[in-house]
Nanobody, 115 residues
Framework: QVTLVESGGGLVQNGESLRLSCASS????????MAWGRQAPGKQRQLVAT???????GYSDSVKGRFTISRDNAKNTIYLQMDSLKPEDTAVYYC?????????WGQGTQVTVSS
């Protein structure tokens, strides 16, 4: 069983930045992949950034060029640097990890971008 805990959300204005963190109780070096997803009110949850165990990184078109995912295996933590935030980025952001034991999600952190 793995527990993921997100932090760093908050209220920012259009164009500002935030950095989210996700601390894992399990070794992320053994995860097949880690990711960030988000869910806006009334919409389905979607992945926005992924990083695999061999370092491949992918982004959804909606955040490409503005968001950066990274990992620190020594701290068992992944990050999401979010720049040039827009009101449409407002959502609950979730951390996700895939291990041999299963797929795990954190409890989420709210990000609100005002116009």
């Amino acid at each position: 069983q793995v527990t993921l805990v997100e932090s760093g959300g908050g209220l920012v204005q259009n164009g500002e930045s935030l950095r989210l963190s996700c601390a894992s109780s399990g070794p992320i070096s053994r995860a097949q992949a880690m990711a960030w997803g988000r869910q806006a009110p009334g919409k389905q949850r979607q992945l926005v950034a992924t990083i695999t165990d061999d370092g491949n990184i992918g982004y959804s078109d909606s955040v490409k060029g503005r968001f950066t995912i990274s990992r620190d295996n020594a701290k068992n933590t992944i990050y999401l640097q979010m720049d040039s935030l827009k009101p449409e980025d407002t959502a609950v952001y979730y951390c996700n990890g895939v291990w041999a034991s299963g797929i795990y999600w954190g409890q989420g952190t709210q990000v609100t971008v005002s116009s």
